[in-house]
């Protein structure tokens, strides 16, 4: 989950400054602690990102931040099958 500071921060960043789309990478790459054995996770990696996946993310982190959004769909890499999840639990 993001912290005001999370949201406010990235605002103050020169590429910000000079594209305000940029703030949805430095703002993932604030809130998502580990993509695989990544971590920490730099906006470099974010902006590296096929769309889907960016897209995804910032699915995930507006479901996370919602009031009552906790629980993610999600498939398991193995068999497919699709579940959800309760992300403040893992």
Request: hydrophobic share 50%; net charge negative.
């Amino acid at each position: 989950m993001a912290t005001a500071l999370d949201e406010v921060q990235p605002l103050r960043d020169a590429r910000v400054q000079a594209n305000q789309a940029y703030v949805a990478v430095l703002l993932l790459s604030r809130v998502v602690t580990q993509l695989g054995d990544i971590t920490p996770v730099p906006p470099s990696l974010i902006e590296r990102l096929f769309a889907a996946d960016f897209a995804y993310l910032q699915e995930l982190y507006i479901r996370m931040n919602e009031p009552a959004g906790s629980l993610a769909e999600t498939q398991c890499p193995d068999c497919g099958s699709r579940f959800a999840v309760d992300v403040l639990a893992v």
